[in-house]
């Protein structure tokens, strides 16, 4: 008698992203012909599914008022390719491609500059709502959080047929990029050129109210009236000024403590508030509802970290800053999305003392403690030993189960890039042996007799 | 967390279908490795072709001069055969007891070669150096800076083994001998462990676990089983079991080259170096007092190692059906030149489901019953040659025979996946209907690939233990599944490219910066162009051609167009536009205005740019002067005599000389009255606007000054244009001259009295085809100066390149190309620089996929009109040439190889000449692109 184990183990889920503007603000699919070539080319491939942006900015043109109706032409694209689709609600503004946020949101800001984060010039960031309006009714009586609100209780209804089958999941957005931060570097790291530590977003009116308040509230109302005077600009180095100074820096003083635990905090309460918000409306789907946070590693390898300082993390050499966001996370049943899988430290500018591993590193053991899991992406397709290091993320000892590859568009499928894309997709798939060294027929039939228990091992005799 | 990993998906429920299917249909028991075997597709027929059985096979088989047989048929098949074999490494003195010697050797039949090299005492890492000059043996090529390649050589005819000895003086310098081997027949490598083999010349060198022979006191062989874990490596070898040395790379693309991993160990050890620099002068007293200790005693060994190498053989297996005149009963006799014991797994079938059934008896000798499910024959051996075969005596009713082929107990032979099938019922009909499988099978594999391609990348994605011994044979619909993933994406980066506009830097400030990403220039275009030609000359004949071509406007540009050239759409008095006589008039044989703008839209939906014909040549009149003479213009542009050329006496123009020739049929417009110009100006400006142009095919432009379409493309800023620049080649006695100089001086000429501003279709080149292909002068194909010889060799970026067009081919055949002849023609166009245009007949007609395919290999590789050619030959009865170095193409029947190398070359495409009957030693181009470096 001759016996056929059919198995399949459960592949790691890889997702490419859609173009950002793969809905254009007329609402209609942009390059339409493209991407249903490409859905067809990743099914093909093997991948699982794909990533859609999802903009505020297209979709609320009128303030209650939804037109989804691009996006439901590329669920029903990526439906019909036999794809999953991972939506991602982006409530805030691309500048490449331009993508703004919907245009009364941009008229309330004009007279009204506060509902966006202000540095410590005054200057202003445009492309999301400072976390400071959270709940307070700057957008025609409604709170951004009621706004939110909306707009997800509208994708829900419109898009229920698709959900827990085609869609399975969603990330909330959380701020600049989507992310949960401030937007404390106005301008992306991009690889190869060092970053300066970036500008504490604190200035708007509400920012300061908060700080004022909190700062009244701890007996030192005089630490409430701004933030720290003696950081450095955007672009300069930590030690350019004395707050992120390794040694004596003001980040370790009372002070430096008091403003950072309330920086950071204001920035977790924030992501509280929309992933609270995001787990409460699609809580009963079979949806996973996931935020991302930045891999913000200039100058990890010192002690102050400034960037992730910054940009609203209290990580220091002897703070784990990401205990709090886990923790926020496990809270509202969120999932992480980790940016940066693709890059390597080896391929880091040598003075930027930085180290997108090591936070990584730091990041999972944080989110694997409290048991929040973590998907993966990475920052741009075409970085340096890209590939690799996605694959070594992917696959190592500490594997993660979905991964989102940004992203589709001219260069992705470009001779340059889509070869590699193609091995490296394969490569993931193939298990790691060689026919050759897979044991031999008898010694797997044995062992599959043996696992023959598991009910999912699909038996079938002859 | 190893529950997860077995979790059950949908995916596993696509494989059972299958897995009953075969157990219900095909009667056999499943079991793992089983079909190592399979019948060998067209595509790669040739494999086949190389033995010269298939002609005996016939010519010896009783059933073949038969005159009733009702079916025949020849299977090609392919299978895998083991060769066993040794390999060794013997460290030695040589004879005169000085120097030492090193000897590799294989048993195995192949062209072997060794790729090696050398490491200096105080290097760290594992550089490759190339050995001293004195060390290498006669027939060494250098390889870079790093390698040497030495053949192994076979001493003598009587020789087992194929040597390669290497002498060397053991108080060099060199602290040891690194290597690899290579098989030129079948490009695989032999490597030690995933690393090149170490023979140490001194002991102090650290073990990275390559090392051959033992550090200490050589000859104790010290191996370590060691896991492989080149993964992606799919063995054309096979390692023996437990002498687990050896790891063989087959070619795979974009698998790294021996040569680019030299590369980049060098690479990384120039790091390593200046970071050790500092290290190293510290510690120096250190270190010279360990380089006394090196132990410089060398031993000799000798080691020997097992390997198998899998050779594809190809077969065939014959089958004819003929009908006995005395009993009725239908006779399959079936034979193979397959050695060994062969059995026929049987039966026959009532229907088109091909469920399996035993016959009645009688059966052959040596026949058993299966499981009742099926038959087993043993075939028996014939008399003469080293063949076997068995009858088969089957009722007559029967449908189909069926059956696979097992050679031993775990190697069937299939035909692809499925059973050999030979149709029974109904064949009477068609007597003598010969060579069916040929266009049978070609149905089946592409009716199967489409509708189960999906099905088919799961298992062949994700390598299932449980099929890993199919490997062989998925390979074949992987490969072909890799290709369509290539040609979508080639779509989609067309699509994706071709709207990259503006690039915003900035996030905050409110300059944004813009930059363009493609430099476009009216003459190019993006440079990445290729143009269709969207009529012929019958279009107007329907009365509806804009709304026929908006059906096929997506299907065109998903072959990879991205300009199209429309008819011209004015009023015309001959039918096929080009005789003007309103210019603001757009309604014409091919559609109404209106359906012209809706046509220009949909080719925009699907990205394509589109080009209006516009006749400035000339232009009918509407009226007569006082004379009679038709010269007199009207509708919105009503000019009068001054704006005809004055030098046709036949319409008696008051206007200038002409500025070129003359087209007699119509009164030649003068292009030197402003107001003319002014005119037209505003005319391709009014086409741009109103119809959506984006672009000109200009007609007959040798009748008037380049310097004047240079005007008329300033004011119209298209994205493209063209002109039809049309006169003789040069000929001696009726002999088209090899030199065409002249000819593409003259188109080169007019680009350049249009500043550049235009490309012009290169007549040159397709005159210089029609020769070298129709009359196989091949020679043709390089100038003087081993360039192409037509304008693509002057001014690539200008040249558009094309073999016909409404006028030369269609039915008015002026010049037409060669028939048969096509297919080589764009060959060389689509692979070549220049911005080649491919003619509507020609894209609709069977020359369509292997069009479609061409165009994706040069999107694939980023071919555009500026890239470099190399011609590699150009003789009699062959061109070869290679372009950006990633494309190779051959066209003619003569031989060309891509050179070996570090580049490693992988077939992209090839055809056949279908002039005549095709047969399979007959392929036009061999197309390959490079996937390393």
């Keep these: 008698q001759i016996l056929v184990f059919l198995f399949q183990l459960d592949r790691l889920r890889l997702f490419v992203g859609l173009p950002l503007d793969a809905v254009s603000d007329r609402n209609s699919v942009n390059h339409a012909r493209a991407i249903g070539a490409g859905l067809k080319a990743l099914k093909l491939l093997g991948v699982e599914g794909v990533e859609l942006p999802v903009w505020w900015g297209v979709v609320e043109n009128e303030m209650g008022k939804y037109d989804w109706s691009g996006y439901l032409a590329v669920a029903e694209m990526v439906q019909k390719a036999g794809l999953k689709l991972h939506v991602s609600l982006c409530f805030h503004a691309s500048s490449q491609p331009r993508i703004p946020l919907p245009k009364w949101v941009t008229k309330i800001g004009e007279s009204q500059s506060s509902i966006f984060f202000a540095d410590r010039s005054g200057q202003h960031y445009q492309q999301c709502l400072s976390l400071a309006v959270d709940d307070l009714a700057v957008l025609d009586g409604k709170t951004p959080v009621q706004v939110y609100q909306g707009f997800c209780e509208s994708f829900k209804s419109t898009f229920s047929p698709f959900m827990g089958s085609t869609i399975t999941g969603i990330s909330m957005g959380l701020g600049p990029d989507g992310e949960l931060r401030y937007p404390s570097h106005h301008k992306p790291a991009k690889s190869g050129t060092i970053t300066g530590v970036g500008e504490f977003q604190c200035y708007d009116t509400n920012m300061l109210n908060l700080l004022k308040q909190y700062a009244e509230a701890n007996g030192n109302p005089l630490w409430g009236l701004g933030g720290p005077h003696d950081a450095p600009t955007y672009d300069q180095a930590p030690n350019s000024n004395s707050f992120f100074k390794d040694h004596g820096g003001s980040w370790e003083s009372p002070y430096g403590d008091f403003f950072l635990s309330w920086y950071s905090s204001e920035l977790v309460s924030h992501g509280n508030r929309l992933l609270s918000l995001a787990s409460s409306i699609f809580g009963d789907t079979e949806v996973n509802v996931y935020g991302k946070v930045p891999l913000m590693h200039s100058w990890y390898k010192t002690r102050a970290h400034p960037s992730e300082l910054t940009a609203g993390f209290y990580n220091t050499a002897s703070r784990n800053g990401y205990e709090a966001v886990a923790e926020m996370f496990a809270r509202n049943s969120c999932k992480i999305i980790l940016p940066g899988m693709d890059l390597s430290d080896e391929h880091q500018p040598h003075d930027a003392l930085s180290s997108p591993e090591s936070l990584l590193a730091q990041i999972r053991t944080t989110c694997n403690k409290h048991r929040v899991e973590v998907a993966g992406q990475n920052l741009a397709s075409g970085a340096p030993g890209g590939l690799e290091q996605i694959k070594k993320n992917m696959l190592g000892e500490n594997p993660i189960d979905l991964f989102t590859y940004q992203r589709m568009g001219a260069h992705f499928f470009s001779p340059e890039h889509f070869p590699s894309f193609t091995e490296f997709v394969r490569s993931l798939s193939q298990p790691e042996l060689h026919p050759d060294d897979l044991p031999s027929d008898e010694a797997e039939a044995t062992e599959s007799v043996q696992t023959s228990s598991d009910p999912n091992i699909h038996l079938q005799t002859a | ?933």
């Design chain 2, 1 to 933: 967390n190893p529950t997860l990993l077995f979790r059950p998906k949908a995916k596993v429920l696509l494989k059972l279908p299958r897995s009953l299917d075969c157990s219900r249909n095909r009667k056999l028991p499943l079991s793992r490795g089983s079909c190592l075997c399979s019948f060998n597709p067209r595509r790669t027929i040739h494999v086949v072709r190389a033995s010269s059985s298939e002609t005996a096979l016939i010519g010896n088989f009783d059933i073949s001069s038969s005159d009733d047989i009702l079916y025949k048929d020849i299977f090609p098949v392919k299978r895998i055969e083991k060769v066993e074999g040794k390999f060794f490494i013997r460290l030695d003195r040589s004879k005169d007891q000085h120097d030492w010697q090193l000897t590799v050797g294989c048993s195995l039949p192949g062209k072997w070669i060794l790729h090696w090299g050398v490491s200096y005492l105080g290097d760290s890492g594992s550089e490759w150096d190339q050995p001293p000059k004195g060390m290498r043996p006669p027939g060494s090529i250098p390889i870079k800076d790093y390698a040497i390649e030495t053949p192994l050589k076979k001493l003598s005819e009587g020789d087992i083994f194929h040597e390669v000895k290497i002498d060397f003086n053991p108080i060099s310098e060199i602290a040891a001998i690194h290597f690899v081997l290579k098989d030129e027949e079948t490009g695989a490598w032999y490597q030690h462990r995933g690393m090149d083999f170490k023979v140490p010349l001194v002991d102090y060198l650290e073990d990275d676990g390559n090392i051959v022979g033992a550090k200490r006191g050589f000859g104790r062989l010290n191996f370590a089983f060691f896991p492989k874990t080149l993964g992606a490596v799919t063995g054309q070898y096979r390692i023996m079991s437990q002498v687990a040395y050896f790891l063989v790379i087959y070619r795979i693309p974009s698998e790294p080259t021996l040569g680019d991993v030299g590369a980049l160990q060098q690479f990384s050890n120039v790091l390593l170096k200046s970071e050790a620099s500092h290290a190293d002068s510290q510690n120096n007293s250190i270190e010279s007092k360990d380089s006394k200790n090196k132990n410089r005693c060398l031993e000799g060994f000798y080691e020997e190692q097992s390997i198998v190498k899998e050779v594809s053989v190809g077969n065939l297996v014959s089958v004819a059906v003929r009908k006995s005149p005395e009993t009725g009963k239908v006779i399959v006799c079936l034979e193979t030149d397959i050695p060994g014991d062969v059995v026929v797994h049987w039966g026959v079938c009532r229907d088109d489901a091909k469920i399996w059934e035993i016959p009645a008896a009688p059966y052959p000798p040596e026949t058993t019953v299966f499981k009742n499910k099926a038959l087993r024959t043993l075939l028996q051996p014939k008399a003469t040659g080293n063949r076997s075969g068995a009858l088969f005596t089957l009722d007559e009713e029967h449908f189909g025979f069926l059956f696979v082929l097992k050679l031993d107990d775990n190697t069937w032979l299939k035909f692809k996946e499925d059973d050999f099938y030979v149709p029974l019922l109904g064949i009477s009909s068609v007597p003598g209907q010969y060579g069916q499988s040929d266009s049978t099978s070609e149905e089946i594999s592409s009716k199967s690939y489409t509708d189960g391609i999906i099905n088919e990348i799961r298992n062949l994605v994700s390598g299932l233990s449980s099929e890993k011994s199919q490997k062989t044979k998925k390979k074949e619909v992987q490969e072909s599944i890799l290709q369509e993933i290539e040609q979508l994406a080639a779509e989609a980066y067309s699509i994706f490219r071709s709207s990259i506009t503006t690039v915003p830097e900035e996030v905050v400030s409110e300059t944004e910066t813009t930059k363009p990403a493609v430099k476009i220039s009216s003459g190019t275009g993006t440079g990445f162009e290729i143009l269709c030609q969207g009529f012929n000359w019958e279009s107007h004949k329907s009365g509806r051609w804009y709304m026929e071509l908006k059906e096929k406007a997506s299907e065109i540009s998903s072959l990879g167009f991205t300009v199209i050239w429309l008819p011209p759409p004015t009023e015309s008095v001959s039918p096929e536009g080009y005789m003007p006589k309103d210019l603001y008039n757009l309604n014409s044989r091919y559609g109404t205005i209106d359906e012209l703008k809706e046509l220009v839209k949909s080719l925009h939906e699907v990205g394509m740019k589109v080009l209006g014909d516009v006749v400035l040549n000339h232009r009918c009149a509407h009226f007569k002067n006082q004379n009679g003479v038709w010269n007199i213009f009207g509708g919105r542009l009503n000019w009068d005599d001054r704006a005809v050329v004055a030098d046709d006496p036949h319409f008696q123009g008051r206007g200038n000389k002409s500025s070129g020739d003359n087209f007699h049929a119509a009164p030649n417009i003068d292009h030197s009255q402003e107001f003319v110009r002014k005119d037209l100006k505003e005319w391709l400006g009014w086409l741009r606007e109103e119809i959506g142009y984006d672009g000109w095919r200009l007609d007959f432009v040798r009748g008037f000054w380049g310097g004047y379409v240079k005007d008329y493309l300033e004011a119209s800023g298209p994205y493209f244009a063209v002109g039809e620049y049309w006169d003789s080649l040069s000929y001696t006695y009726g002999e088209m001259d090899h030199n065409q100089d002249s000819h593409r001086q003259r188109i080169v000429d007019w680009i350049n009295a249009t500043n550049g501003t235009a490309g012009a279709f290169d007549v040159t080149t397709k005159g210089i085809l029609h020769s070298a292909l129709e009359r196989c002068e091949y020679w043709r194909l390089s100038d003087q100066k081993g360039k192409p010889p037509g304008v693509v060799g002057w001014w690539p970026s200008r040249a558009v390149t094309f073999i016909e067009n409404h006028d030369t081919g269609s039915t008015q055949g002026h010049w037409r190309f060669p028939g048969g002849k096509e297919m080589q023609g764009y060959a060389y166009i689509l692979t070549h620089p220049g911005t080649p245009a491919v003619f509507y007949d020609h894209i609709f007609s069977h020359h369509r996929s292997e069009i479609a395919s061409l165009i994706s290999v040069r999107n694939r590789n980023g071919i555009h009109c500026r890239s470099l050619v190399k011609i590699v030959k150009a003789e009699r009865d062959v061109y070869a040439a290679i372009i950006d170095e990633k494309v190779a193409m051959k066209i003619g029947p003569g031989y060309y190889e891509p050179p070996s190398g570090s580049q490693r070359w992988s077939l992209a495409l090839e055809g056949r000449d279908y002039k005549g009957k095709a047969r399979p030693g007959d392929y036009w181009s061999q197309l390959a692109n490079v996937e390393g470096k």
